[in-house]
């Protein structure tokens, strides 16, 4: 679990940022946000839909991280390069934000 939290603490730093650009008036980020909250989870990218199912089965159950990433035919390191691709889409980023939201 301990290998777990840079994830999450990455989510949530992604998450801030987020929303740090939407307060801060940044319309791109605002129509994407908006576009992303909007559609339904099925409307994802696979890849965000994936990251997401993750984060909120993890969240759900911190102790069965392994399982859940086992479950999902992921490692950690699978993990780890899943949440910087999607960090360095900021399209995929604001979408991922938004779920979890």
Do not use: W
């Amino acid at each position: 679990m301990n290998r777990m939290l840079p994830f999450i603490a990455a989510a949530i730093a992604l998450a801030a940022c987020r929303k740090a650009d939407r307060e801060a008036g940044n319309p791109a980020q605002d129509t994407a946000q908006s576009a992303a909250a909007a559609s339904p989870a099925a409307s994802l990218p696979p890849d965000v839909a994936l990251a997401v199912e993750i984060a909120r089965a993890v969240q759900a159950n911190p102790s069965a991280a392994d399982s859940v990433l086992a479950a999902h035919r992921l490692s950690r390191a699978g993990l780890d390069s899943l949440v910087y691709a999607i960090a360095a889409d900021s399209t995929k980023a604001a979408a991922y934000s938004a779920a979890l939201r």
